[in-house]
């Protein structure tokens, strides 16, 4: 990946989307400095939970585990990762309403979406308060108003784009990696986008409305590869729609989350009130350890139980952790850790290990690592990993394979 990931959250107003971004930004621990070069309004920083290479090498015990960003806690990493915020989007975005040109242009950069879907059906699909709402129609319309919005900038230009394919004799997948570029493309998705659909939709000159269609839906899967948030399932009427969504999309990755219940026990557990480890069912009251947490009354220890019952013990967890793993994985992110010294694993201060760690997609180069890393101004004259075994340029990252990597950097020469 030639830049840092950029994760979408996406969604009708009322959805959670805010709501759900403040539960993945909220960094409760001491987090360091912020750790990307730019950041436009409409990003934060979200935290990705990992199981942290410290724990395989057991250096979690002796707590030497200290992220120059995020943090890592009985060898649970959390490593930042920028979240864009697209508001706004309603039914008819795609020709301008509610802004919706605008917000669509946001999504240009996006690798991936977090589509948070309000699965209690109290929201219309313009967020207004409704009953009985079939969350379904969100997941059609979003998706179409995506395609709608690259179709249009495409069928403006279909003319000259065609004219221009044959003056040039480009390939198909060049021709539309010139068109898709604006939406930051990589060549490899349009090609794969064009696999998918195989010779069936013949020559460039010769599509219809119906093949461009079937073109962009089939781009839109590698370019903006969409996880659903199943958000508000702490809701009476959730477990319904719940199992509709899950029958008519059986192969779109789906997390039940309750992104509510998150931000309320994140909010107890800075306040001393309970301890929540985040992503799991666990929660202590001051029934559970009175000397070191704070009385709560008989109102919130109730709203407690509900939720253990409600969310946590129905589910395993709020979800929201999961969701954010979920992305990363349709993105096919590895951590990879780069150490100054292969033998101890430490970094620039000599005690810390594992002090920097970046999310690559799986089965990149190490010597493309490298450059993402260190930029391509610095020549690398040798790349090592565990056991100070060297790793070519072209070895590809993956989970525990050269995924803790040592660059040995050539000196500049003189001017
Ligand atoms: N029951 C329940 N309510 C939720 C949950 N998540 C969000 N809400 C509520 O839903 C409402 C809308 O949430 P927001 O996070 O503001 O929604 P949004 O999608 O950002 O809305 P816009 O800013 O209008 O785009 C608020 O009242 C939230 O408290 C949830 O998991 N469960």
């Not at 920083?45 to 057991?58: D, I, K, M, N, Q």
């Not at 301890?275 to 407690?304: M, Q, S, W």
Request: net charge neutral; charged share 25%; proline share 5%.
């Amino acid at each position: 990946m030639p830049r840092d990931p950029l994760i979408g959250i996406v969604g009708k107003p009322s959805s959670g989307k805010s709501t759900l971004l403040n539960s993945l930004t909220d960094a409760n621990a001491a987090v360091g400095a912020f750790p990307f070069c730019t950041i436009e309004p409409n990003q934060a920083t979200g935290y990705l939970e990992v199981p942290c290479a410290c724990s395989r090498f057991g250096k979690d015990k002796e707590a030497l585990c200290k992220p120059n960003y995020g943090w890592c806690t009985g060898g649970k990493r959390h490593v930042p990762i920028m979240l864009l915020d697209v508001a706004g989007l309603v039914p008819g975005a795609h020709s301008g309403r509610g802004l919706g040109n605008k917000f669509l242009d946001d999504l240009r950069h996006a690798d991936a979406l977090i589509h948070v879907v309000d699965v209690s059906g109290t929201t219309d699909a313009e967020g207004k308060n409704t009953r009985g709402y079939d969350p379904i129609n969100d997941i059609e319309w979003l998706q179409d108003e995506i395609r709608l919005w690259i179709e249009g900038n495409l069928k403006k230009r279909w003319g000259s784009i065609v004219r221009r394919h044959t003056a040039t004799k480009s390939s198909i997948v060049d021709t539309m990696q010139t068109q898709f570029g604006g939406y930051s493309s990589q060549t490899w998705m349009v090609q794969k986008a064009l696999d998918r659909l195989g010779p069936s939709i013949g020559p460039l000159e010769s599509w219809d409305d119906q093949t461009i269609t079937k073109v962009v839906r089939a781009f839109m899967m590698e370019k903006f590869p969409t996880v659903l948030a199943l958000n508000k399932m702490d809701h009476a009427d959730a477990d319904k729609n719940v199992s509709k969504i899950m029958l008519k999309y059986p192969n779109v990755k789906s997390v039940l989350t309750s992104a509510l219940t998150e931000i309320f026990l994140r909010k107890l557990n800075k306040q001393g009130f309970v301890h929540y480890e985040e992503g799991t069912e666990f929660v202590d009251t001051c029934e559970d350890d009175p000397v070191n947490l704070k009385p709560l009354d008989d109102k919130v220890l109730a709203r407690i139980e509900d939720i253990r019952d409600l969310v946590l013990y129905r589910f395993g967890s709020t979800g929201v952790v999961q969701v954010l793993q979920a992305a990363a994985s349709v993105l096919q992110l590895v951590p990879v850790y780069t150490v100054k010294n292969i033998q101890s694993f430490t970094g620039g201060n000599g005690t810390n290990v594992f002090r920097d760690c970046f999310l690559v997609k799986r089965g990149t180069p190490a010597g493309a690592v490298a450059r993402y890393i260190l930029g391509t101004e610095v020549t690398v004259a040798a790349i090592e990993t565990v056991g100070g075994v060297r790793v070519s340029e072209d070895a590809p990252v993956d989970v525990k394979q050269n995924d803790i990597l040592c660059f040995k950097v050539a000196p500049r020469a003189k001017a």
